[in-house]
């Protein structure tokens, strides 16, 4: 057991012992008496965040512990922040902090001071590397990167482009998940012998940057010099799509990767417009993720029975829960993240894309 949760067992025991009649002050956590659990996610460009994570965890919480509190905070893509947030959870009475990084490298100093009061971590989709953590939860990120370049392969093979050359968007160079994702990738590229003409790292894994790394790529190589894009996500996705229109290519010739499963990734999918996403199930990520909080905020041990790996994040291994990523096309989008109800037909088949909708047999 690590000395945190034997001095939170501790510290369990002598409240159990006050409440046989005696005092109960500072006992349970906190002093309106529910447990809190802080949340802190990284940023709110991509959708995922506010739109999934943010609720699934908090309406995990709630059926988990109908008292407890979550304590929420946003950094909007700043680590400085992110900091802050933290210290303030902290502050207001965390008993357990459940971090998404902004930056992997600056939140072991978190994970520090979480430390330092006794309060475990669970390290949320991204890896806190370096730093003592109690919990990791995420989805098979190298698979995710796997998935992306197996699917835009198969593709470009049937195009006849077996070998490429292809334009990489990756994700954010601060964020440890972008490093798995363009691992996974370029594992699937190598086998199958697809190339790599221009490359770049997204700050901010923004739509924008995207785009002009894009621009840059499509200039230096000409309209006729690549074959398709690996970008890391819907987000860049979208930027790569409009540096194709940019350039007067048309996306349906060009296949696009993506990743989040967006309502806006998933439309442009029906349309024809960007080749594959990558769909994450986040309810059972925000579910297994509420659950082994609410064990460590109680002074328990992280339960096994969830656990399905030991990662190594530098300061140790850290038990660990990957869940699996799947691969989505025109083909799946209703068997997948319609049927799931990750998306609902009625956000998807809004106006110029009730055709498109129709055609995939999604309907309300
Ligand atoms: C997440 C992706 C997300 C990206 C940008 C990654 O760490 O796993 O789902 O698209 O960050 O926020």
């Not at 905070?73 to 207001?92: I, M, V």
């Not at 392969?153 to 601060?174: H, R």
């Not at 199930?281 to 339960?303: D, F, M, N, Q, R």
């Amino acid at each position: 057991m690590s000395s945190s949760a034997l001095l939170k067992r501790a510290a369990f025991a002598v409240c159990a012992l006050l409440a046989i009649g005696l005092v109960a002050a500072g006992c349970g956590g906190s002093d309106d008496g529910g447990t809190k659990i802080a949340l802190l996610l990284p940023e709110n460009e991509t959708p995922r965040y506010e739109t999934n994570d943010r609720p699934d965890f908090e309406e995990s919480i709630e059926e988990l512990c109908s008292d407890c509190e979550v304590l929420y905070s946003n950094a909007g893509g700043d680590a400085q922040k992110q900091q802050s947030q933290a210290e303030a959870a902290l502050t207001q009475g965390a008993e357990v902090l459940v971090v998404d990084p902004m930056d992997s490298k600056s939140a072991a100093a978190i994970a520090e001071k979480a430390k330092a009061q006794n309060v475990p971590v669970l390290s949320y989709d991204r890896l806190i590397e370096n730093g003592e953590i109690d919990a990791y939860v995420s989805f098979d990120n190298e698979k995710v990167g796997e998935l992306q370049a197996e699917t835009l392969s198969k593709k470009l093979k049937e195009d006849g482009k077996d070998s490429g050359p292809i334009i990489m968007i990756n994700g954010d160079p601060a964020d440890p998940n972008a490093a798995l994702f363009k691992k996974g990738a370029k594992k699937g590229f190598d086998a199958v012998g697809v190339t790599i003409a221009k490359e770049y790292d997204t700050p901010d894994w923004s739509a924008e940057n995207a785009q002009r790394e894009a621009q840059q790529a499509i200039t230096a190589l000409g309209n006729d010099g690549f074959a398709g894009i690996y970008a890391a996500n819907d987000d860049t996705g979208g930027g790569a799509i409009a540096a194709l229109k940019g350039a007067g290519l048309n996306p349906e010739e060009v296949p696009v990767t993506g990743q989040d499963a967006t309502v806006a990734g998933l439309q442009r999918i029906l349309a024809g417009q960007q080749y594959m996403t990558v769909y994450k199930e986040i309810t059972p990520e925000a579910k297994v993720s509420a659950e082994i909080a609410l064990a460590l905020a109680e002074g328990k041990e992280v339960p096994q029975d969830k656990i399905t790996e030991e990662i190594d994040n530098g300061a140790g291994q850290v038990p660990s829960v990957l869940l699996k990523p799947i691969a989505v096309t025109k083909d799946n989008v209703k068997s997948t993240v319609v049927a799931d109800g990750f998306v609902t037909a009625s956000e998807l088949c809004t106006g110029a894309y009730a055709a498109a909708c129709k055609e995939a047999g999604i309907s309300e």
